[in-house]
């Protein structure tokens, strides 16, 4: 079996091109995945990239097969907050 | 077969907590499902509040069972523009 190319990108206060960006090349180097991650206010960022991708810049060529959200724990401790986040999977088609 | 109570919460501008409080008093009054609908910058807010109930006020209680982005033209003809969209589903634990 052979490994599926997977390329992980965080989404963070960069323009959104940046990571639309990013994903393509990603994409046109062989991956067959790419993850989108954000925390906190980016995860807007995060659908708006990965929405971009699949509906601009490689329109039926990818889909979005999985989008999870969470939590995560930030901070010091003793000063830890919680904020939310997201995870988006899209994938090449065959 | 009963109808599955289904209840849409629209995220808006309102404090996050609006949005919380709503989900809440929609399971308690015996909604088996609640879903969460954002557009554009409010996406984040909508993963906050599905968090929140999840994690801080109902607990064991409810699972995210679902979550979909997408998008959507907005705006007049000729000055239409396309903002991303998501849609969190809550369901009640058996």
């Known amino acids: 079996m052979a490994a599926i190319e997977t390329g ?13 960006l990013a994903a393509v090349i990603q994409f046109n180097q062989g991956a067959q995945r790419v993850i989108f991650k954000a925390r906190g206010r ?13 509906s601009r810049f490689l329109p039926g060529q990818v889909d979005i097969t999985s989008v999870k959200i969470g939590s995560e724990k930030v901070g ?3 000063k830890e907050r919680v904020v ?5 999977v899209l994938e090449k088609k065959e």
């Open 42 to 54: 980016s995860i807007s960022k995060a659908v708006d990239a990965a929405e971009i991708v699949r």
């Open 8 to 20: 992980t990108i965080l989404v963070g206060q960069k323009p959104v091109m940046n990571y639309v």
């Open 84 to 88: 939310s986040t997201i995870e988006i």
């Open 76 to 78: 010091e401790p003793g």
